[in-house]
């Protein structure tokens, strides 16, 4: 036999034998390293309510998956610490650390995870508002280089129905927002679009940083005389939320927010999208990469929710009255003790001592007439 002819047998018993493998193996050929642990690099700007519902969502959904911590996935995990300058080098640091999937959590964190990742890996973003006002991408059902994700634009209409419904006489209101984010500036004008239909006027108050926060607020409610100030999709402001909040408790004017975690640490009210199933969402879609997915391929989700959430100790400090069927609806309430006595309406306080003082004055008959009988 010649030698072409041998190498042809060996060629074509290592082929059929690989295609044996490949036919009787159910592991996709992507997945072949079975031992593998998908090192998932996730960076965020800093602690907030927010980012621990995604973060629970996320662990809720790798749950879901059967992926375990440890065994199938490693959380890499990196904190901005609230300070813009540190967003790239925070991506930076996962992907040296070898982070084989990137997972930024909202806007400024994801555009510079794209742009310190250029490519190379997949990104699965979360909680991006406008991710092509963001410059992230050009098409929401084709996102390309490598980006996928979960926008989590808010339900500015239902948000600012409900402030109108807990303050029916509310006419001016404050909305504070950083313009050079790009999920504000989307924010801003979603909220001067939809504001006439409530006959609300917008009095806009721009801050740069934490700092003017404090300031900002009280100039909104003593120069401006707002009815209540809004918190927009902001993460400037959502990190430091505690500062606008005491001014609110200060003044006596309710602050609004629009996303439930802000509600816990002690805005008045919010319609949330719900950040636990956003980070379940993101789940989801690491899952179909690791998988095999290219992240460029996979349409962008779009968190939709619209629950209700109500803390009644803020509503206490604010001076604020929340309607019954408002707490009827909602899927929170937060707050109890002398708070909550507050939303007795006073027509029901009125009822009891006028049932009071008709047992009182009966029982006062009925002893006299017991005496009368007795003597």
Same mark, same amino acid.
């Given at each position: 036999?010649?030698?072409?002819?041998?190498?042809?047998?060996?060629? &074509?018993?290592?082929?059929?034998?690989?295609?044996?493998?490949?036919?009787?193996? #159910?592991?996709?050929?992507?997945?072949?390293?079975?031992?593998?642990?998908?090192?998932?690099?996730?960076?965020?700007?800093?602690?907030?309510?927010?980012?621990?519902?995604?973060? @629970?969502?996320?662990?809720?959904?790798?749950?879901?998956?059967?992926?375990? *911590?440890?065994?199938?996935?490693?959380?890499?995990?990196?904190?901005?610490?609230?300070?813009?300058? @540190?967003?790239?080098?925070?991506?930076?640091?996962?992907?040296?650390?070898?982070?084989? +999937?990137?997972?930024?959590?909202?806007?400024?964190?994801?555009?510079?995870?794209?742009?310190?990742?250029?490519?190379?890996?997949? +990104?699965?973003?979360?909680?991006?508002?406008?991710?092509?006002?963001?410059?992230?991408?050009?098409?929401?059902?084709?996102?390309?280089?490598?980006?996928?994700?979960?926008?989590?634009?808010?339900?500015?209409?239902?948000?600012?129905?409900?402030?109108?419904?807990?303050?029916?006489?509310?006419?001016?209101?404050?909305?504070? /927002?950083?313009?050079? *984010?790009?999920?504000?500036? /989307?924010?801003?004008?979603?909220?001067?679009?939809?504001?006439?239909?409530?006959? &609300?006027?917008?009095?806009?108050?721009?801050?740069?940083?934490?700092?003017?926060?404090?300031?900002?607020?009280?100039?909104?409610?003593?120069?401006?005389?707002?009815?209540?100030?809004?918190?927009?999709?902001?993460?400037?402001?959502?990190?430091?939320?505690?500062?606008?909040?005491?001014?609110?408790?200060?003044?006596?004017?309710?602050?609004?927010?629009?996303?439930?975690?802000?509600?816990?640490?002690?805005?008045?009210?919010?319609?949330?999208?719900? /950040?636990?199933?956003?980070?379940?969402?993101?789940?989801?879609?690491?899952?179909?990469?690791?998988?095999? *997915? #290219?992240?460029?391929?996979?349409?962008?989700?779009?968190? $939709?929710?619209?629950?209700?959430?109500?803390?009644?100790?803020?509503?206490?400090?604010?001076?604020?009255?929340?309607?019954?069927?408002?707490?009827?609806?909602?899927?929170?309430?937060?707050?109890?003790?002398?708070?909550?006595?507050?939303?007795?309406?006073?027509? /029901?306080?009125?009822?009891?001592?006028?049932?009071?003082?008709? +047992?009182?004055?009966?029982?006062?008959?009925?002893?006299?007439?017991? $005496?009368?009988?007795?003597?």
């Amino acid at each position: 036999m010649n030698i072409n002819g041998r190498f042809m047998k060996k060629f &074509l018993f290592i082929f059929s034998v690989w295609i044996v493998i490949l036919f009787f193996n #159910n592991t996709p050929f992507y997945a072949r390293t079975e031992t593998q642990v998908w090192k998932i690099g996730i960076v965020y700007p800093g602690p907030h309510p927010l980012v621990d519902d995604v973060l @629970n969502g996320l662990r809720s959904g790798f749950k879901e998956k059967e992926l375990k *911590e440890g065994k199938d996935i490693l959380l890499v995990m990196k904190d901005g610490q609230g300070d813009p300058a @540190n967003f790239s080098s925070i991506s930076q640091a996962v992907i040296a650390e070898g982070a084989n +999937i990137i997972v930024p959590i909202a806007t400024p964190t994801a555009q510079a995870a794209v742009k310190e990742n250029a490519g190379r890996r997949p +990104i699965v973003f979360i909680a991006v508002t406008d991710p092509i006002g963001a410059g992230i991408l050009t098409d929401m059902e084709r996102p390309g280089n490598n980006i996928t994700g979960v926008s989590d634009a808010w339900p500015y209409a239902e948000q600012l129905g409900l402030l109108k419904t807990i303050m029916p006489n509310a006419k001016r209101i404050g909305v504070m /927002y950083n313009p050079s *984010e790009a999920n504000s500036i /989307y924010g801003i004008r979603q909220i001067r679009k939809i504001v006439p239909s409530f006959k &609300l006027e917008i009095v806009e108050g721009t801050i740069s940083g934490p700092s003017e926060l404090s300031s900002r607020a009280i100039n909104l409610i003593t120069t401006d005389h707002v009815d209540a100030i809004y918190l927009s999709s902001d993460n400037t402001i959502l990190g430091a939320a505690e500062s606008v909040i005491k001014v609110g408790e200060d003044y006596k004017i309710p602050i609004f927010s629009g996303d439930d975690g802000t509600v816990k640490r002690g805005t008045l009210a919010a319609v949330s999208i719900g /950040y636990f199933e956003v980070g379940k969402l993101a789940a989801g879609l690491i899952f179909r990469v690791i998988k095999g *997915e #290219n992240a460029g391929s996979i349409p962008i989700e779009i968190a $939709r929710g619209n629950d209700i959430h109500i803390n009644l100790d803020a509503a206490s400090k604010m001076g604020i009255r929340v309607p019954e069927d408002v707490l009827k609806k909602a899927k929170k309430i937060y707050g109890t003790g002398s708070e909550a006595k507050r939303q007795i309406p006073i027509k /029901y306080i009125y009822i009891f001592i006028f049932l009071a003082i008709i +047992i009182i004055a009966t029982l006062i008959i009925i002893r006299k007439n017991i $005496r009368k009988d007795q003597i």
